[in-house]
């Protein structure tokens, strides 16, 4: 099954890339929830649990052809829409979210996961799909997308469930639709906005949308987030603060700095510097990946490249663009680097397939 | 479709996608280029201002001891309760929140933010000066549970006051003023500065440096470390010359009499002030921690003006006490000898008019020491009108009346001694010659302050010198007592010997003799002094005198005094407002301060505290002032006795 000399052709470059990045996050971690009278953080400890399971997850999807999981993908669409169902009723709930199981120890994200199950399918659809897709297989697809979107977006989630958009429409770009087709789709998103704005969105997702568009406006509550994350991130300067001596995320002017302010605190105490760094791991990864699309030995490798590509990318601008303050605050991790169990084991686990497919560019 | 082709398509729309994110990451790069090196400093700065806070660390004002080294003015520690806007989310619910923590009226804190609402949103609003410890505790608890993480607790330095003493001396602090600002570009809004007597006056010497400490806070306002700490240095610390027991002497005789007034006890070879006093006083300690504003409206109102300091800037008619500057023209111009002798029938005419001796009968022929012991008015009448009111201006300046004594301390008031050139630019008319008559006795238009009447009894005590009359003895700045230097004497002229020994002998006489000053006699002491006494109704005239009870229509009573006759080592000037006469309240008081002051020096036992026996003393024969008001020559000169103010 996992022939030898398969090991040779695993793009180790894209893994050092990710684990930098893995090691990025954990030290960011550390800086802004290690508590000096306690010794180890207990985020540090839990990330790296995390990180070690998640290249278990990778490795799993390293060893079996990218196609048998394909093949089942209709199975594990299946099995992680009930898992969505199961949070929806029965989930454990914080922050008058439910988004979460316990297993165990953990508390485990399905949407996470729900991520590289859009992928899978989508992959499977489109690339068994013969010629230019029309607009039936949009359509399909389309259901096929929005049905986890609306289960997410009602946990709510609003941030994760968007994040299945850019996969759609990336695999199916991939695929050939027509630029008008994508066209249409992009304009009925945008009629739609503010009907969603009207009847979807909560309260405090519009305060923080408007607050964005005047930050100024009511510089405590929502626009507070973006003018700390401004001057989180503008303070540190070219070489920043240093390790633990960043001031804005260390005196909690930025909320969950160990989460979605992860890199707003890396801008400030490593500075430009290390925000170039990070981004050109970011960047290198995204593209030796997409590298890794081309090289695919058929569509469907492609499609599952992309799909998993697509929402990883698409999380990581938007991330970082909010943590400068330059987008509404929205409760999107930084995938890779944030603190968080279920997106990193699922990160990895993608892009377990993505390596997956590359290597096995020459198998048949 | 073509495999081939459509792997053609695959291949540009990966392509397409490659460039997409490396001109979004391209971006992204520029973004945090613009923040973090355009805009750095600017975004620095709110940084550094979010996270770091200054707080005032209020430097202890210098601590205040009398000649011998006992404390007078010191400090001690209040709490205040502050609302720092900085950080504030609501300010409403923090106003309501810390009113009910505090147990004040919502509207009042309300009003409190208000008057400051313009000022720096870092300056602590002040909203509880003095606050009690349960204020403190109930909200410290409610910070620690970050219900009220903008208000901020913070001891300050305050000052103490001795209970009832010397009000005026000490003066009191407040918050500088806008204008005080203005002024010296050494204080800086906020600073409490002293506001009147010493405080004011030495305010430079007092007021220590503060200091400051500057904190790291976090979102919610709590410290989490200090970054540097400026400690605050203690303002010099000052030596007076008052001496605590004279001075609680002078405090006790005025509680003992139950009347308002002033004294001012000096040494007289020096002019170092040992008591000084102005009854009734205000407590500077209601000061200290901020005065609310119903009681200095009230401080204000009061009719009985608390807040005037009487020694310096009361002037009144200093009755038959005036007759020692006649005497002392007289002898030094060589227009008599201490033996001259009048005779006097009861009353005598001037200039057409009769003018009345205070004894119906007459005191017979008198000399001069006689006419000081019995305070004879036809005898210095006749004199006065002998020496002339240019002469008696003169030497009653010298003396040091009419005059600012130059005492350490602010707002003195010049009393008047008139003169036909004063009155010339007063009023624009000549002098009366008549006029002259009435000022031969202390009446008139003469008006004069306690202190003046300190330095003027000192002058004639010293033989001439008229010394300046000081409070600062010495300086510790830290590195030890250097004495302050004494201030020159403001002028100077050698009275001849035998002048001084006849009025310090006609002075005994008032004491010791038959006069009317007996109620200051003590054995062995050789006190020498003289009373005055002067109407209120002449001097103030019928305009203020409506609406007045007839206690406020009783005379004024001094008593002037040295000690012992020969080597004086003590002088002053006691004035008892609506006292009636000079020997009833104002000598017995001197006594007291007399006695006091002869047992501190010898190492006896002080006299015990006087009994306010509630009942007025005997009066006093003698002295009684002129009786009608001196009425003025000519019908259209001003009346003589009416004017003066």
């Avoid at chain 1, 594990?76 to 316990?102: C, D, E, H, K, Q």
């Avoid at chain 1, 299945?164 to 199916?172: K, M």
């Avoid at chain 1, 390790?243 to 992860?262: E, S």
């Avoid at chain 2, 007078?72 to 609302?83: D, K």
Wanted: include cysteine.
């Amino acid at each position: 099954m996992f022939e030898r000399r398969l090991y040779y052709h695993i793009d180790w470059a894209l893994v050092a890339a990710i684990l930098a990045l893995c090691a990025l996050g954990v030290v960011m971690i550390d800086a802004t929830t290690a508590d000096p009278t306690r010794g180890n953080s207990p985020f540090v400890v839990t990330q790296l649990y995390a990180i070690v399971i998640g290249l278990g997850a990778m490795g799993f999807m390293l060893a079996l052809d990218y196609r048998t999981f394909t093949d089942k993908s209709h199975l594990i669409y299946i099995f992680l829409l009930a898992l969505l169902l199961y949070v929806m009723f029965l989930g454990s709930s914080r922050m008058g979210a439910r988004r979460w199981i316990w297993v165990g120890p953990f508390n485990l994200q399905p949407s996470e996961f729900a991520k590289v199950g859009v992928a899978l399918v989508l992959a499977k659809f489109f690339g068994e799909n013969r010629g230019t897709p029309g607009w039936t297989d949009l359509a399909i697809a389309g259901g096929l997308t929005c049905v986890p979107l609306a289960l997410i977006a009602r946990q709510p989630d609003l941030g994760t469930a968007v994040i299945l958009v850019p996969v759609l429409l990336a695999v199916a770009f991939l695929a050939g639709m027509q630029m008008r087709a994508l066209g249409v789709v992009s304009l009925c998103l945008v009629l739609a906005a503010p009907v969603v704005w009207q009847f979807a969105l909560k309260d405090y997702q519009k305060t923080r949308i408007v607050s964005f568009l005047d930050p100024s406006q009511d510089a405590k509550d929502a626009g507070y987030q973006q003018i700390q994350a401004r001057i989180t991130v503008g303070s540190g300067g070219l070489w920043g603060k240093g390790f633990k001596q960043g001031t804005q995320g260390q005196l909690r002017f930025l909320p969950v700095a160990h989460n979605d302010f992860i890199f707003s605190v890396l801008a400030e105490e490593q500075g430009l510097a290390g925000v170039l760094v990070a981004l050109g791991l970011y960047l290198f990864v995204i593209l030796r990946a997409l590298e890794a699309a081309r090289l695919a030995k058929d569509r469907l490798g492609s499609y599952l490249v992309l799909g998993v590509l697509a929402g990883f990318t698409f999380q990581v601008v938007y991330n970082i663009t909010m943590s400068a303050g330059l987008a509404p605050v929205k409760g999107l991790t930084l995938p890779l680097m944030s603190y968080g169990g279920s997106s990193m084991i699922a990160t990895l686990a993608g892009f377990g397939l993505v390596l997956n497919v590359r290597m096995r560019r020459f198998t048949n | 479709m073509e495999p081939y082709e459509e792997r053609r398509r695959l291949a540009i729309r990966l392509s397409v996608l490659q460039y997409l994110v490396t001109v979004v990451f391209s971006i992204l790069a520029v973004g945090f280029w613009v923040l973090q090196v355009v805009q750095h400093a600017r975004l620095d700065e709110m940084a550094e201002n979010s996270h770091q806070r200054t707080l005032a660390l209020r430097a202890p004002r210098g601590i205040v001891f009398d000649r011998n080294g006992q404390v007078l003015v010191e400090n001690r520690h209040s709490y205040s309760i502050s609302i720092v806007r900085e950080h504030t989310k609501d300010l409403n619910r923090t106003i309501q929140l810390l009113a009910a923590t505090v147990g004040f009226r919502e509207s009042s804190v309300r009003e409190i933010v208000d008057r400051h609402r313009r000022e720096p949103v870092y300056r602590p609003i002040v909203i509880v000066q003095n606050a009690s410890l349960a204020q403190v505790a109930a909200v410290t608890a409610r910070r620690l549970d970050f219900e009220l993480p903008d208000v901020v607790v913070e001891q300050v330095p305050t000052r103490r006051y001795p209970a009832a003493m010397a009000a005026h001396l000490f003066g009191y602090v407040g918050e500088v003023s806008d204008a005080q600002v203005t002024r010296d570009t050494t204080l800086k809004s906020g600073d409490i500065v002293g506001q009147a007597g010493i405080e004011s006056i030495y305010n430079n010497l007092l007021m220590g440096d503060d200091g400051a400490r500057r904190v790291v806070v976090n979102s919610v306002g709590r410290e989490i470390r200090t970054l540097d700490e400026d400690p605050p240095s203690e303002g010099k610390r000052l030596q007076l010359t008052i001496d605590y027991d004279v001075q609680k002497a002078v405090e006790d005789g005025f509680k003992w009499s139950g009347f308002n007034g002033a004294a001012v006890i000096l040494d007289p070879r020096s002019g170092e002030v040992l008591a000084f006093t102005s009854v009734p006083a205000y407590d500077p300690n209601a000061f200290a921690s901020g005065i609310d504003r119903a009681a200095w409206a009230s401080l204000n109102a009061d009719e009985l003006r608390p807040l005037s300091d009487r020694a310096i800037q009361g002037r009144y008619s200093p009755g038959s006490t005036f007759k020692m500057a006649v005497a002392s023209a007289a002898l030094e111009e060589g227009i008599i000898t201490p033996d001259f002798k009048v005779y006097c029938p009861g009353h005598a005419t001037f200039f057409g008019r009769p003018f009345q001796c205070w004894k119906p009968g007459g005191h017979g022929t008198l000399d001069l020491r006689q006419a000081i012991e019995q305070s004879c008015n036809v005898y210095f009448y006749t004199v006065g009108n002998m020496v002339g009111i240019d002469k008696i201006h003169k030497w009653a300046t010298l003396l040091g009346l009419g005059e600012k004594s130059g005492i350490d301390l602010p707002n003195e008031v010049q009393g008047i001694v008139p003169s036909p050139e004063w009155k010339k630019a007063r009023t624009g008319e000549k002098w009366y010659a008549g006029e002259t008559i009435s000022v031969a006795i202390g009446q008139g238009q003469v008006s004069v302050t306690p202190i003046s009447m300190a330095v003027y009894i000192s002058t004639i005590a010293n033989g001439g010198t008229r010394v300046t009359p000081h409070l600062l003895k010495a300086v510790d700045d830290g590195n030890g007592w250097k004495d302050a230097p004494a201030p020159p004497p403001q002028s100077t002229v050698e009275l001849k010997p035998e002048t001084v020994k006849a009025i310090r002998d006609g002075l005994f006489l008032v004491v010791n003799g038959r006069g009317t000053g007996g109620a200051a006699r003590i054995a062995g002491r050789d006190v020498s002094g003289k009373t005055g006494t002067a109407q209120v109704i002449s001097s103030e005239g019928g305009r203020s005198a409506r609406g007045r009870t007839d206690k406020d229509l009783r005379d004024n009573g001094w008593f002037v005094f040295l000690a012992p006759r020969d080597n004086p080592q003590i002088a002053g000037a006691v004035f008892v407002e609506h006292s009636g006469h000079g020997g009833t309240y104002a000598a017995p008081i001197a006594k007291y301060v007399l006695e006091t002051f002869f047992a501190k020096r010898e190492g006896q036992p002080l006299p015990p505290p006087l009994v306010p026996n509630g009942q007025p003393l005997p009066p006093v024969a003698g002295d009684d002032p002129v009786s009608p008001p001196v009425p003025a020559l000519t019908p259209d000169a001003p009346r003589a006795a009416g004017t003066a103010r």
